[in-house]
């Protein structure tokens, strides 16, 4: 097998349960993939994130190049080993880093040009510069290099820049050496506005891709506009391809996006909110912090197998997060992360058997009855 393979198994409205082809194993569709930017879950050992059920992981382009360094990597055996995460790894380009965390950028023809935000240095980064390094990292899933529209935009400007990130994907396509097990996938650009959505997703699709991604999105615009934007650009997308929504990760917003044929999702919420002291549960976010938790004995969910569930009540928690103990952040995203992988099981389930809408409506309506009461 030339790339990676995608079937689909089960289908309930315009979702799809699937399977995604690696050559470092399977990934079960919909599948939420934590993010591990500098080649670490932050907070997590790789043998705990597979616990949670994560087949894939997430690793990071721009920050992996500038520290360690990609031939570092390289000169030890790549990514998996280097991190012992043994699955597939997927790695973003760094477009949105470059946009949101590097300094003095300058975009043109051949690339962007930044300064590093770790130590001032100056980088110079093109799509096939990008492609190497996710060579060089070994990743099994390679993003191509784009630039993340601003928001908000005017639509001439998000035109000029997704039809730059065009160009740039065609560069990209040309610089990816195709091999078995690995696979290159195109993002698609054009911000809210629907023409350049459909421009953008018929132009990756004449170039080909073994999975279509769609970006600039979850940058402000709010959720509704979200949608429709996922409206109009997911029916031009191959339905024999994955489906990969960034950025995205609210539960809700998940469950929206999979009821829109969406079958892959990243975000650092689950592992952010742990440090912080916010858990999820079946009714909603809580913040372990508050004192209604400190005599609380209960565990933050009772239908959760995690370890801060199985072993640790609230009261316990909340007494690690006002002391600052690492281990309260720790628990706490090992909880998050069970729990975006038990609701992707919970999708994977509702989709084969057809009572997705059912599952969709008792969700929102468990989430709107709040923690107050016991679960």
């Not at 919970?346 to 059912?358: P, V």
């Amino acid at each position: 097998m030339v790339g990676t393979g995608f079937a689909v198994s089960a289908r309930d409205g315009a979702a799809r349960a699937g399977r995604l082809e690696t050559g470092r194993g399977a990934v079960q569709t919909p599948a939420f993939m934590p993010v591990g930017t500098a080649a670490t879950v932050k907070g997590m050992l790789p043998g705990a994130v597979r616990e949670t059920g994560a087949e894939i992981i997430l690793g990071n382009t721009y920050h992996l190049m500038l520290r360690p360094g990609a031939e570092r990597v390289a000169r030890l055996g790549g990514l998996h080993p280097f991190m012992n995460w043994p699955g597939p790894i997927l790695t973003d380009s760094g477009g949105f880093q470059v946009m949101s965390l590097a300094q003095l950028r300058k975009l043109d023809e051949s690339g962007v040009t930044f300064q590093s935000h770790i130590d001032g240095t100056r980088h110079h980064l093109t799509p096939e510069r990008s492609v190497e390094i996710q060579r060089l990292l070994d990743a099994d899933i390679t993003m191509v290099l784009d630039e993340c529209t601003r928001w908000p935009v005017e639509e001439p400007e998000a035109a000029d820049s997704m039809r730059l990130s065009m160009r740039w994907a065609a560069r990209s396509k040309e610089a990816f050496a195709p091999r078995a097990g690995y696979g290159l996938f195109g993002i698609v650009q054009g911000s809210v506005f629907q023409a350049l959505r459909e421009e953008s997703a018929k132009a990756l699709v004449e170039i080909g891709f073994d999975g279509y991604a769609i970006g600039g999105l979850a940058v402000g615009e709010g959720w509704e506009t979200t949608e429709q934007a996922l409206d109009v650009t997911v029916p031009f997308l191959p339905d024999d391809r994955p489906r990969y929504l960034m950025g995205v990760g609210r539960p809700e917003d998940m469950v929206g996006a999979v009821r829109r044929g969406i079958d892959m999702f990243d975000c650092v919420l689950p592992t952010r909110s742990g440090r912080t002291g916010k858990a999820f549960t079946r009714r909603g976010e809580i913040n372990i912090r508050n004192a209604r938790h400190a005599e609380d004995p209960r565990p933050i969910d009772e239908a959760c197998g995690c370890p801060a569930c199985r072993d640790y009540g609230r009261a316990y928690l909340h007494h690690l997060f006002k002391a600052d103990e690492m281990l309260g952040p720790i628990l706490l995203t090992w909880h998050n992360l069970s729990y975006y992988q038990d609701l992707m099981r919970a999708l994977r389930d509702a989709i084969g058997a057809g009572r997705l809408d059912a599952y969709a409506a008792a969700f929102a309506a468990e989430q709107a009855k709040g923690d107050i009461e016991p679960l």
